[in-house]
């Protein structure tokens, strides 16, 4: 019997997941940071300021900004003189961001396609690991924390910034109707795809809790880890040091 993974709700096989959030993502390319911008009230920007500013990129580290397609935490990481390698699994989301680099006359980033699984570069090259709103894609999140291990050298740093579940009473049950709701709405007006926007909301719900997240990231090596939860957790950073 074949192993099945979470594809949002549904239960589906593990080989069929990769081209379905494939799928996704080449849908909503074109729009996705304007989709960003409508279903966080322009937040997703602050999250991610305050993101690179844990981070601390510095000038002369490799950094690998996993999943990074349309280049948000790749620009913001750039200004501090890092080197970066923005890789994603998905072309399309890499040639928009390579598009909007050629707009903003960003150069020196490195863009190359990648399966966050499986990464093609050496042990123990980059500074730091980053990945924002992408890992509850991965079809096998524990492989792609090893992955990200392996890849760190010694002191080097994994930061992940992702949706959870909010504890905040009231609040939980407020965003739990406007996501379910209006979210597959704005994805229908904006982009044209309601569905893609559905899976990315029922993506969040399968996601594990902070703890359990927390948990794998140590279990695939990291030490001194640490959750810093946004708006009672409806956003969280996680850490972890290879040491």
């Not at 935490?73 to 501090?80: D, N």
């Given at each position: 019997?074949?192993e099945?993974?979470?594809f ?11 081209a379905?959030v ?10 996705y940071?304007m ?17 690179v500013?844990r ?7 490799q950094i ?12 913001r990481m750039?200004?501090?003189?890092a ?7 998905n ?7 390579i598009?909007?680099?050629?707009e ?7 863009w ?12 123990r ?13 991965v079809?096998?999140?524990?492989k792609?924390?090893?992955e ?9 740093r994994?930061?992940?910034l ?10 939980k049950e ?5 996501s379910?709701?209006l979210v597959?709405?704005?994805?229908s007006?904006?982009?044209g795809d ?10 969040i ?6 703890p359990?997240f ?7 090596g990291?030490?001194h880890?640490k959750?810093e ?6 956003v ?8």
């Amino acid at each position: 019997m074949s192993e099945t993974v979470s594809f949002g709700y549904e239960d589906v096989a593990a080989e069929e997941k990769e081209a379905r959030v494939g799928a996704v993502f080449s849908s909503v390319a074109k729009k996705y940071d304007m989709m960003n911008d409508a279903m966080s009230g322009g937040m997703h920007r602050v999250w991610k300021d305050n993101f690179v500013r844990r981070v601390k990129p510095r000038e002369g580290e490799q950094i690998l900004d996993m999943a990074g397609g349309t280049g948000d935490i790749a620009f913001r990481m750039a200004k501090h003189g890092a080197a970066i390698t923005v890789s994603d699994i998905n072309q399309d989301m890499l040639d928009v961001g390579i598009e909007r680099a050629v707009e903003r006359g960003i150069d020196g980033l490195v863009w190359s396609r990648q399966n966050a699984e499986e990464l093609s570069f050496p042990d123990r090259f980059f500074d730091a690991y980053t990945i924002a709103f992408g890992i509850r894609n991965v079809t096998h999140i524990d492989k792609a924390l090893a992955e990200a291990h392996r890849v760190l050298r010694y002191g080097g740093r994994f930061f992940c910034l992702e949706f959870s579940t909010t504890e905040w009473p009231g609040f939980k049950e407020v965003y739990d109707a406007y996501s379910h709701k209006l979210v597959p709405k704005l994805g229908s007006m904006i982009a044209g795809d309601a569905e893609s926007y559905r899976y990315l909301i029922e993506s969040i719900r399968r996601f594990p809790p902070m703890p359990a997240f927390e948990a794998m990231i140590r279990t695939a090596g990291f030490r001194h880890t640490k959750v810093e939860p946004i708006l009672g957790g409806l956003v969280a950073i996680h850490s972890g040091w290879k040491v």
